[in-house]
């Protein structure tokens, strides 16, 4: 209904990947910071991975658009 | 060691992201919000992917997330029988044969199916009944939720309004209260369940690396099991007696209570799940849901009961400082998914796991709220209250039905700050309504005799059984009268209180089977054949799949699932 949920959630996880990539990048030499997760930069990986899922749900939803725009105009 | 969590502003943008998508999807759906049917019944117009995540998502809840963990860390591998056996055939029997009379019906809920195949009693005890059962479910996630900010998060305040004294415990509650008001209350069920979807991602991405860490702490999925009993590895192997394994249940308990009685009985007949289902867009897409819903629910136990069992082995290897607070003489099991978090989490994911919990309890509260308003609007207040008016006025009542349910639910949330142990009452309320229910949904469902005063009668039958049983039996160690035994005498000892709740719905689904068959053979049929069409099996017209390409039916779909299940459990047999 309305919108599609693709897009917010790829939006979202976009951002918040990121973020989370960003962060990670600028904290990579602060070894305390890491020491509590066994010295992986576990915000840099999260944020990728997240950063990954976020565009494939974006290009998903604008895919779709993009067949619905197309569908509309031969109408 | 109860430690609250060191949060950096990276943490609390990630939060606040979080609130604005949450509350901006509501937002972006409040213009399609036209109608009552829009409003309370997604307009029947979702894709099978988004209701089938929502059916799962909807469940994972305070109960899921905090319940299952602490039962892994408890129980072990005898945790995944509420994934596997407790959850699939179920899911796989509502899509296959419950939900063609469900959408087929275009009943807009449960307790309506019920009328229209029974009568109006047999509807009003199901629709009371489950009004009151989800605003106090979802008044038990908001309780939890705010206990767990109040541990977790560093505030601590107490500020004076009107002379009311509100602590932060309070305002926690208020404020996620809050947030799920709003989005509930602009968008409806669409916004309850988009906002389910976006949840269900945000609580896999948030707890897998969470998982990652853990097991790399422990060594690895080796090193969890050398560091656990092998009691705790096991799901079925030591089932033979109940003194022999974790749960104290025996194999015939665990297939005919939980795999049958109880899990028929939530997964088919609940409406907060049944609802995402009817939401589908189309017959085929409403009988995939539970099904879609059914593949990620076998991994689930990954990231919710394999963390509760790495904290055990954590706990057990003594060259790993690690420890879990400490609630009366045993562990708080109920804080391994917190504790796990602060000990491996740095700054960052920190907050992404913080607020993927936040957002597990958001998506239990919403689920209860959006059910709870359309069985008010449709099975209560149209139908008992003010019958007969526009269409455009249960739509305002739906809204308005949305703030009354969130204020009687955070009513609820201060009653439940009286009972401690969540899970158990929850299963102990599940037993006494849900499991006879499931009785007279098979006896409806697949036979045309049953009567309405069949099913009324034996309904009531079946709970007052469940009751009499909770009342005479006890698990050994009893020290609550929640618990059982509160009659007085108890003629039998369970291993354990799951053994107790297993037993009991047993009791009350046979007891009302047998009462309802009575009735039924005892009173005339009041609904002509016609009249049942499209309710009752052998009078509704088989559906066919046979023009779709074989990989598209539903039947494929559930033979996949099966033979996944079925692997599953001989893995961890």
Known sequence: MGIDIRFPIGLMFTILGLLLTLFGLFSSSNSELYKISYDININLWTGIFSLVFGLVMLSLSLRRKKKVVEEEKQV | ?573
């Open chain 2, 1 to 573: 060691m109860e430690q609250s969590f060191n949060l950096g502003w990276i943490d609390y943008t990630i939060m606040l992201v979080y609130f604005v998508f949450v509350i901006g999807i509501g937002w972006a759906l409040k213009r399609y919000m036209k109608s009552a049917t829009a409003f309370l019944e997604a307009g029947r117009s979702l894709p099978a992917w988004v209701t089938g995540l929502a059916f799962i998502s909807a469940n994972l809840g305070a109960l899921e997330v905090i319940g299952m963990a602490a039962s892994g860390a408890k129980y072990g591998m005898m945790t995944i029988h509420f994934y596997l056996i407790g959850a699939i055939p179920g899911m796989v029997f509502l899509g296959l044969f419950m939900m063609p009379f469900y959408y087929g019906s275009k009943a807009r809920s449960v307790p309506e199916y019920l009328k229209l195949r029974f009568d109006e009693k047999t509807r009003a005890f199901n629709a009371f009944a489950f009004a009151i059962m989800t605003v106090l479910a979802s008044g038990i996630s908001m309780y939890a939720l705010a206990l767990l900010a109040q541990v977790l998060l560093p505030f601590d305040f107490t500020v004076t309004i009107i002379g009311i004294n509100i602590t932060e415990f309070d305002f926690y509650l208020i404020f996620a209260a809050l947030i799920v008001l709003i989005y509930t209350y602009l968008g409806g069920l669409t916004s309850a369940i988009y906002n389910e979807v976006l949840q269900f991602f945000l609580i896999v991405i948030g707890f897998l690396p969470l998982v990652f860490l853990a097991l790399k702490h422990v060594g690895g999925w080796e090193g969890m099991k050398a560091n656990l009993d092998v009691g705790m590895l096991h799901s079925w192997q030591n089932t033979g007696s109940p003194d022999a394994n974790t749960m104290g249940v025996e194999w015939f308990g665990v297939v005919a209570g939980l795999g049958f009685v109880l899990a028929f009985g939530y997964w088919c007949t609940n409406f907060l799940v049944v609802q995402r289902a009817m939401a589908a867009g189309s017959m085929t897409a409403a009988r995939k849901t539970p099904m879609i819903g059914a593949l990620p629910k076998m991994f689930i136990p990954f990231i919710v009961v394999i963390p509760g069992m790495i904290a055990i082995a954590l706990l057990n290897d003594p060259s790993i400082d690690f420890t879990l607070p400490v609630k009366g003489d045993s562990f708080d099991y109920d804080k391994v998914i917190p504790t796990l978090l602060a000990t491996h989490f740095p700054t960052g994911v920190l907050g992404l796991g913080v607020t993927a919990l936040l957002a597990s309890f958001m998506s239990g509260m919403a689920g209860n709220v959006s059910a709870f308003n359309t069985v008010w609007t449709y099975d209560i207040y149209q139908s008992y209250l003010v019958p007969d008016k526009s269409d455009n006025h249960y739509l305002r009542v739906g809204r308005l039905t949305t703030v009354f349910g969130v204020i009687v639910s955070i009513l609820a949330a201060y009653i439940a700050k009286s009972f401690n142990n969540v899970m158990d009452f929850l299963q102990l309320i599940f037993a006494f309504i849900n499991a006879p229910l499931f009785a007279t949904f098979l006896l409806g469902m697949f036979t045309r005799r049953t009567t309405g005063h069949g099913a009324f009668y034996g309904l009531i039958a079946g709970t007052i059984a469940a009751a009499i049983h909770h009342g005479l039996t006890a698990p050994v160690g009893l020290h609550s009268q929640i618990k059982g035994g509160w009659m007085g005498t108890i003629v039998h000892h369970y291993h354990s209180e799951m053994a107790q709740n297993f037993w009991t719905a047993i009791y009350a689904f046979a007891a009302c089977f047998v009462v309802t068959v009575l009735i039924s053979l005892l009173t005339r049929k009041l609904k002509t054949n016609e009249q049942l069409k499209g309710l009752v099996y052998s009078l509704t017209p088989r559906l066919v799949d046979k023009e779709m390409v074989w990989y598209k039916r539903p039947a494929t779909l559930a033979i996949l699932v099966s033979i996944m299940a079925i692997a599953f459990t001989i893995l961890f047999w």
